[in-house]
């Protein structure tokens, strides 16, 4: 388990306070390992939940066969170990944006503590030329609304 906050320039991913957007998650039986907590692959799949969610809301999840979003790298710390049953919350917010990518931070909450958060680049891309793209001036300003500031 991480021993200190995952300091990020201006945020604090465990800080309640950070994240604008939230969607409401579930531990289930089968997310449990034999030591009795989640395991930490279920764990990406709740932060996998609050990216989509959001990501749809905004309505830039499937835009057009010309592009899309990819995850290219994630960065994962768990500060306690969740267990079942649980009823957690899943917060997102969109720390930086870039020309042809963004930063998601995500944290999977119980109450007002962090249990677990990540940092995922994401870029935006060209599925029919295998390339990045520049982000739209539509998908600046979707991603803006959420966007720390």
């Not at 793209?133 to 991603?143: F, G, I, Q, S, T």
Request: with cysteine.
């Amino acid at each position: 388990m991480a021993d200190s906050a995952m300091k990020l320039s201006t945020y604090d991913a465990r800080e309640r306070s950070t994240y604008r957007f939230w969607v409401p998650e579930h531990v289930r039986y089968a997310d449990l390992e034999v030591q009795r907590h989640v395991n930490n692959m279920v764990i990406g799949a709740y932060f996998q939940t609050g990216r989509l969610a959001l990501l749809g809301k905004l309505g830039i999840l499937w835009s057009t066969p010309e592009h899309t979003i990819v995850v290219a790298r994630t960065i994962n710390d768990f500060y306690h170990e969740i267990t079942y049953p649980n009823a957690l919350e899943v917060g997102c917010v969109i720390a930086r944006m870039g020309n042809t990518s963004f930063t998601m931070q995500t944290g999977v909450f119980v109450g007002d503590k962090c249990y677990a958060s990540q940092e995922a680049a994401c870029i935006y891309w060209n599925p029919i030329k295998h390339e990045k793209r520049e982000l739209d001036e539509a998908v600046r300003d979707k991603l803006g609304q959420y966007l720390l500031g």
